[in-house]
């Protein structure tokens, strides 16, 4: 007879299937990454910064644009699959990693942006009139968007009993995805004198 741990393994032994909500919560959230690049595309089919004071970097906020297409598109995926049957390309434990990977991303990232507007209301990183409502109403998109891929994260790990370390491994590759996508290729755009230095 298997042990209560070898029911723990990377495979789960069925193919449970989500409730409602969760599906409804997954299809939401790739709908959110979708309007995030349909907002990219306008700006690159519209020659969005062509003009203005950031018009002689256009090059490099094209490449940035592009970047964070990719990673929106991505995204989607992972919501969708972390509800579909579990297609065979796709490990439990690579997918594990994914959604929680893709959740951490966007809560590092939310709760960033929260303490710069609590900085700039107590006049520590600018100043109050910083903060607008288009400003806040960006933030708080974010965090509906981590706290949806929180509920998928959670919800998938729970169906597949995939071992912890791999939500771990997700959690903490947030920081590596940020810092790519905020200071690496800004810096090396930045060399090639496609960006201003960050």
Not at 2 to 19: H, M
Not at 117 to 142: C, K, P, R
Request: hydrophobic share 55%; with cysteine.
């Amino acid at each position: 007879m298997a042990s209560p741990a070898a029911l723990v393994t990377d495979r789960p032994q069925a193919q449970p299937k989500p409730v409602t909500g969760v599906t409804v919560i997954a299809g939401l959230m790739a709908l959110w990454c979708i309007g995030f690049v349909v907002v990219n595309v306008v700006f690159e089919s519209t020659g969005h910064f062509d003009d203005g004071p950031y018009a002689e970097y256009a090059s490099g906020i094209t490449v940035m644009n592009w970047l964070v297409v990719g990673l929106k598109v991505l995204g989607a995926g992972v919501a969708l699959l972390s509800v579909a049957n579990h297609p065979r390309f796709l490990s439990p434990a690579l997918m594990t990693v994914m959604v929680w990977g893709a959740f951490a991303t966007l809560g590092v990232y939310a709760l960033g942006s929260v303490a710069q507007a609590v900085g700039m209301i107590a006049g520590l990183t600018g100043t109050a009139d910083q903060v607008d409502v288009v400003g806040m109403g960006y933030v708080l998109f974010f965090l509906l968007g981590a706290a949806g891929f929180g509920v998928l994260a959670i919800s998938y790990w729970r169906r597949h009993r995939v071992r912890k370390r791999f939500a771990v491994l997700g959690v903490l590759g947030a920081p590596m995805v940020l810092g790519l996508i905020l200071l690496v290729v800004p810096t090396v755009l930045a060399a090639l004198e496609l960006m201003p230095a960050p």
